[in-house]
Nanobody, 119 residues
């Protein structure tokens, strides 16, 4: 069984920084993409940032230049450094991995961590 466990969320003032971490564990043979999604109240879930196994990254336009995604392939861990946070970044952030656990490639998500940015 595969688990993704996030940490690092919390309450921060606008302009501040937070760093999210997510560790994937269990029966994992290979991870293709690791990403961070977020969902704000009343809004659809969106992909904030993603990183593939070779290190290539993509970002939502709303976070470009402020957020940085990185990953540690040896430890199946992904990070999201969030700088210059804005109140509109307030959301539940979910770790997301597309990986092979035997049988087929599948998407997995963590339980989510709350990020609240006060104005």
């Amino acid at each position: 069984q595969v688990q993704l466990v996030e940490s690092g969320g919390g309450l921060v003032q606008a302009g501040g920084s937070l760093r999210l971490s997510c560790a994937a564990s269990g029966r994992i043979f290979s991870i293709n993409t690791m990403a961070w999604d977020r969902q704000a109240p009343g809004k659809q879930r969106e992909v904030v940032a993603s990183v593939i196994s070779s290190g290539g990254t993509k970002y939502a336009d709303s976070v470009k230049g402020r957020f940085t995604i990185s990953r540690d392939n040896a430890n199946n861990t992904v990070y999201l450094q969030m700088n210059r946070l804005k109140p509109e970044d307030t959301a539940v952030y979910y770790c997301h991995a597309f990986l092979y656990s035997g049988g087929d490639w599948k998407d997995y998500w963590g339980q989510g961590t709350q990020v609240t940015v006060s104005s």
